[in-house]
C-alpha cells in the first residue's frame, strides 16, 4: 500500500517561492490522481490543486501561481509555489485516489501527514 510523505515546507517572506514534494513509499503514482490541500488554524481543509494522468486543476486563489509540474517523477509529485502570500500560510497535504482528480478532500483516500507553510508579509 501506498504510503505519503510530504516536504518541503518552511517559511518565506512574502513573494517567495517554495516547493513541496510528495514522496511515495510502497509503490508509484502510476494511475492515480494525487491532490494537494491545505488547512489554516481554525479553518475547514481545502482544496488546492490536483492532477491526473490526462488534466490538472487549480483553485483559482492559486491559480497562476501555483503548479504541479507534469514531468515529476513516478514516486515524486512536487507543488512548485510561486510568489507566496500571507493568506496561503497553511498545512499542506498531499493525497491520493484511485481514479480521476476531484477538488473534494473526503474521495481521496491516502493522506500525509502535512507540512507546514508559513509566510510572513
Known amino acids: 500500500q501506498v504510503q505519503l510523505a510530504e516536504s518541503g515546507g518552511g517559511l518565506v517572506q512574502s513573494g517567495g517561492s517554495l516547493r513541496l514534494s510528495c514522496g511515495a513509499s510502497?509503490?508509484?503514482?502510476?494511475?492515480?490522481?494525487v491532490g494537494w490541500f491545505r488547512q489554516a488554524p481554525g479553518k475547514e481543509r481545502e482544496f488546492v490543486a490536483a492532477?491526473?494522468?490526462?488534466?490538472?486543476r487549480y483553485a483559482d486563489s492559486v491559480k497562476g501561481r501555483f503548479t504541479i509540474p507534469r514531468d515529476s517523477a513516478k514516486t515524486t509529485v512536487y507543488q512548485q509555489m510561486n510568489n507566496l502570500k500571507p493568506e496561503d500560510t497553511a498545512v499542506y497535504y498531499c493525497a491520493t485516489r484511485r481514479t480521476v482528480l476531484t477538488s473534494t478532500p473526503l474521495l481521496y483516500n491516502m493522506w500525509g501527514q502535512g507540512t507546514q507553510v508559513t509566510v510572513s508579509s
Open positions: 492532477i491526473d494522468w490526462r488534466d490538472d
Open positions: 510502497g509503490g508509484t503514482f502510476s494511475s492515480l490522481a
